[in-house]
C-alpha cells in the first residue's frame, strides 16, 4: 500500500493514451461507466473515435484526440486540450499506449525496431510522466497509472527492446510513486502477462505469433476489461503494483528470490519451445 486516495476513479477527469483499442479501451469505457469525463487518445484518431463514440452512445463523456505519445509536442498538446475540454482539471492520467516487438534476438533485431519501441513503450510514459505528474501535484490529488508488464521484470528472451521497455516504466512509476508519497497522488503500474488485444498483429513480432504465446492467451485468459477493472479498483486501494494473473506473480516472486536460476530456467523454456516449432 502506498497512499489512500479513496473513490480516484469514480468521476474522475481522466486521460487515457492509446485509448482506441485493447487495455486502453477499456480503461476509458470503465472510467465512462464509473461516471467520469475521458480524453480518448490514441496515434490512431478513428479507433479513439470509435472509443467514445461507443461512450457516448452509453450516455457517458468522452472525446477523441490524436496523440504520439512518442512526440513531446504531442502530449504537452494533450495536456492542453484536456484543460479546454474537461469541465475539472485532469485528476488520473493513464499513460497506457504501447506496441509488441520481438521474435529476434539482442544483436540481430535493428537498432530501428530498438528506438521505435523506446520512443513509445519508454519516452511516451516519461512525457506523460512529464507534463501530467506537476499538475496532478499541483491539484494536491489524483492519479497515474503507467501500463508496464510483466515483461518488466520476466527477461523473456527474444523479447530484448519490449523487456528494456516495460523494466524502464516499472522503475519510474516506482521513482515517482516514491516522489509523490504524500502529496495526494497516487501511482499504479500495472504488469499483466498476456492479455488477448491487437497488440500481437499490430506490433512488430518478427516471424509470426509464436504457437506458445497463444497457448498463453487461453490460458491465462484475463480479459482487457477485466485487467482494467482491477487496476482501478487497485488505484482506489492506494495499490502500487498491479499483477492480475497468477502466472505473473509465480514470476515476480521467482525472479525476486531465485534471480540466477530464474534466467538460466527462462532461457532453457525458451529453447525447448523453439525445438518444438
Ligand atoms: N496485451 C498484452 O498481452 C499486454 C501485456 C502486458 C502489457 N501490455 C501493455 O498494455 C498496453 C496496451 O496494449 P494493448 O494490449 O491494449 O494493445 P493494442 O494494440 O490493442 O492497443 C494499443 C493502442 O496503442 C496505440 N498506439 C500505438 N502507438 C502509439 C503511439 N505512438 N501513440 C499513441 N498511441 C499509440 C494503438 O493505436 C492502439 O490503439 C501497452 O503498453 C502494452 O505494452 C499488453
Known sequence: ????????TTRAFAVVTGAGSGIGRAFAVELARRGGEVLCSDIDLE???????????????????????SVRSDMEAL??????????????????????VGGKNIGDISLED???TMGINLWGVIHGCHVFAPRLKKLGRGGIINVASSASFAAAPLMGPYNVTKAGVLALSETLAAETAGTGVNVTVLCPTVVNTNIFTSGRIHGGIPPVLNRLIELTGV???GVAKTTLNALDRGQLHVLPQFD???????????????????????????AKL
Open 47 to 69: 479507433s479513439a473515435q470509435e472509443t467514445t463514440d461507443s461512450i457516448k452512445a452509453a450516455g457517458g463523456r468522452a472525446w477523441a484526440l490524436k496523440c504520439d505519445v
Open 1 to 8: 500500500m502506498f497512499g489512500n486516495n479513496k473513490k480516484l
Open 114 to 116: 530498438w528506438e521505435w
Open 248 to 274: 505473473a506473480r509465480m514470476i515476480w516472486r521467482a525472479k525476486r528470490f531465485l534471480p540466477a536460476t530464474y534466467t538460466r530456467g527462462a532461457g532453457l523454456l525458451s529453447r525447448l519451445a523453439a
Open 79 to 100: 495536456a492542453e486540450q484536456a484543460d479546454a475540454l474537461l469541465s475539472e482539471p485532469v485528476n488520473l492520467v493513464i499513460n497506457n499506449a504501447g506496441v509488441g
Open 223 to 225: 480479459s482487457a476489461d
